[in-house]
């Protein structure tokens, strides 16, 4: 629910697991300058800069948390909170600060691998706060991350940052992406699996992102041109249900679920599926991924045919 929308920021509260129990996070999406790498074939970030706020970064986490109660911050940037070209020295330090003060219990924050250096690492491992730091690292696979999304990026370099996280006691999330372009419905799934088995030994928490369709995007001409259909919700709930049963902490927020761009099944089941991801994700109960709907079957098809037809069947 986006309680704020000051001055194009972007604000809302929801909940965030925290050591077994579910408190109160507010979610801030900070705007920089943006992400300095800028060519993964999905992201559309930096087009959205177009409509850049007037407001230092400091303005901006003022704003947004006046008035709030919380116990969990997350900021996003769109690209790397530790990249001192968009997110500067003296901000991170203001805002430990600030949160120290507002007794915050844990902050999130994102970042690409090359940035988690020894420095930066300390300052936040010193704070009295919990620390936790996601890295779109999508698939442990390296020829789909470089082909199919351009990521710039190793799954050892993902290793050797997420080592260094856990040394200094921060704790590592790693965001998968289900389904980059060019992977049939059942290589995805596959793919999104064995991805989470191989990140194992060096996160705390999967975090399963559904692609969707943002505009300027190369996967948007892809998805113009029916060559590309965002993931079947189906396809999230098995992935989820496979990690699971391994006894690994998984989560998932389906964002645009059931809209034209984002990932769906049949239309009719695309709320209602969702909710049950999302309640999934905050109690990690597998029984709270038994829904149904006649759908599933079509589903099924696509998973036996799409990767002989190379090509969505369905849209
Ligand atoms: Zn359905």
Request: hydrophobic share 40%; aromatic share 10%; with cysteine.
């Amino acid at each position: 629910m986006v309680l704020k929308n000051v001055k194009k920021l972007r604000v809302w509260t929801e909940r965030e697991r925290f050591h077994g129990k579910v408190l109160k996070c507010l979610t801030v999406i900070l705007q920089t300058k943006g992400c300095y790498w800028n060519r993964c074939l999905m992201c559309g970030f930096s087009k959205e800069l177009n409509s850049k706020t007037r407001f230092t970064l400091r303005e901006q986490i003022e704003m947004a948390v006046k008035g709030e109660e919380f116990d969990v911050l997350k900021i996003f940037t769109s690209g790397s909170f530790f990249d001192s070209r968009e997110v500067p020295d003296e901000f991170r330090s203001y805002l430990y600060t600030l949160l120290q003060s507002m007794d915050v219990k844990k902050l999130i924050v994102e970042s690409r691998p090359e940035f988690i250096r020894d420095g930066v690492m300390n300052e936040l491992a010193s704070m009295p706060f919990e620390a936790e730091v996601g890295i779109g690292l999508e698939t442990s696979n390296d020829f789909i991350r470089q082909n199919c999304i351009n990521k710039g990026f190793t799954f050892r370099d993902f290793t050797e940052a997420a080592k260094k996280l856990r040394d200094y006691g921060i704790r590592v999330k790693t965001y998968l992406l289900l389904k980059p372009p060019f992977l049939s419905e059942k290589e995805a799934i596959e793919d999104a699996v064995h991805s989470s088995m191989d990140v194992m030994d060096y996160t705390d928490i999967v975090s399963l992102n559904l692609m969707y369709i943002p505009s300027n995007t190369y996967v948007e001409k892809l998805w113009c041109r029916k060559l590309y259909r965002p993931p079947w919700l189906w396809s999230a709930i098995e992935v989820l249900r496979r990690v699971r049963s391994g006894e690994m902490e998984i989560v998932c927020d389906p964002v645009a679920a059931g809209s034209e761009r984002g990932p769906h099944n049949c239309r009719k089941c695309d709320k209602y599926v969702a909710e049950a991801i999302k309640k999934f994700s905050l109690s990690q109960n597998l029984a709270d991924l038994n829904v149904s709907c006649d759908c599933i079957r079509i589903w099924q098809k696509i998973v036996e045919f799409e990767s002989y037809s190379r090509v969505p069947l369905v849209q």
